[in-house]
């Protein structure tokens, strides 16, 4: 029997204790290491099951980070009757590697989990990507960008999620956005607000009012584009809340949100379970 520590609130942070995937296996070999899918699968799932997954990745500005980040978020919604995955990912600290890498690991991973729905018991038609802040960079581009493709992938399997669930994400790499001096030299074919297209997913969007990385304007921009090219976009915005704060005092209001999202795109059935 699974078990969840999920909620210990001290001094206004979140620490999760005890909470550990049913599975972590390997995704993708790469020059600097091998990378893994911790994976939360339902009560009683099996091979050859079709349950809809999501696929968060943790966030960190491309530098440092632990799929660990969305661990209470992906039991959760396991104990909702999704599968729910945390991806590793190359990053600077550890690897000595470009914010490209990040992309190219994320579009890995979701094809990945496409080619192997069937041994993973996961609808391939059913993927959600998640993630925060860089997170939520690397989720929004696995949809919204052409390029960044690993040269070992199987470019015939769609890296482009289902729906998008995305916590203070790095939409803008322009100018005046996050990131610029690092992807300068390859900002527009990078950045998710300025290569949105129609077939993009259905997203939602948790932002804080005094987030001092990406303005809640810059997330206005990208539902806005969103709308217009007939493409739904929901964004919740949190008075006061800084970067970051999903893992902390808007845990629960951003979870439950997140619920009844998937439940409007049929990933989850029912009301949502989580405990305040």
Partial sequence: MKYL???LLIAGSLFSA???PDKIMVYKHTEQTDLTMHIFNPEEHKSGDKTPCILFFFGGGWVSGSPSHFYPQAEYLSSRGMTAMCADYRTKNKYETSPKECVRDGKSAIRWVRANAD???VDP???AAGGGSAGGHVASATAAL?????KT???EVSCRPNALVLFNPVFDNGPNGYGYERVKDYWRGFSPLHNIHKDMPQATVFLGTKDDLIPVSTAETFKTK????GNRCDLHTYKGCEHGFFNKKKFYETLLEADKFLTSL????GKPTLKK
Avoid: Q, R, T
């Fill in 119 to 121: 041994a993973l018991g």
């Fill in 226 to 229: 969103m709308n217009k090219l």
């Fill in 18 to 20: 005890e909470i550990k």
């Fill in 146 to 150: 052409d390029g960044f493709n690993e």
């Fill in 153 to 155: 992938d199987n470019l």
């Fill in 266 to 269: 049929g990933y989850l059935e």
């Fill in 5 to 7: 520590v999920m909620s």
């Fill in 125 to 127: 038609n059913m993927i």
